[in-house]
């Protein structure tokens, strides 16, 4: 199998910081982002000339990046967490208030199940339409709008919390 590695190296070179970062919103984490989106560029450049004959390779390696996710999120060992001790979270030292918003913000999409954060990522960070969110996802439309309904929801219903706890701890 003859494959084009120039023509695979210019266009990651070109598209990796955002590839990176939506794999980043994919998964919430930026080590784990890094492993996914290793995993996706090498299913990309085995089936490489396939992907460059696509109409669109962006929304072609998007749903690469999204059925990867996806796949590796069913592992059983992915949903095991060990601990020698409780971690303790450092505090944020005069982080601005959009920093901690986007912290918050991130901590909050990670806690959505994968596919209701897939749906949110690829509609209000990626800025696609709902028919182009369905097609990346192969679902219905149906689908995407009631699974980004009821993760805005959930958000709001989290964002909502965490002020009514940050407003009861100022008041004590």
């Not at 897939?118 to 339409?129: F, G, N, T």
């Amino acid at each position: 199998m003859a494959t084009n590695v120039e023509g695979f190296r210019v266009y990651v070179t070109a598209r990796l910081p955002a590839l990176r970062r939506v794999a980043y919103l994919l998964c919430g984490d930026w080590h784990r982002a890094d492993d996914l989106l290793s995993n996706a560029l090498v299913r990309i450049l085995q089936h490489w000339p396939r992907v460059s004959a696509a109409d669109d390779v962006d929304a072609y390696v998007r749903r690469v990046l999204v059925r990867t996710m996806l796949n590796e999120r069913r592992r059983p060992w992915r949903r095991e967490h060990s601990f020698a001790s409780v971690p303790h979270e450092p505090r944020p030292a005069a982080a601005t208030d959009l920093v901690a918003d986007r912290l918050a913000l991130s901590a909050l999409l990670a806690e959505l199940p994968p596919r209701r954060r897939a749906v949110l990522v690829l509609r209000y960070c990626c800025d696609l339409s709902v028919e182009e969110t369905a097609q990346e996802l192969n679902c219905s439309t149906g689908t995407v709008k009631s699974q980004a309904a009821r993760g805005l929801a959930t958000l709001r219903e989290r964002l909502a919390a965490g002020d009514a706890l940050e407003e009861e701890s100022w008041t004590r």
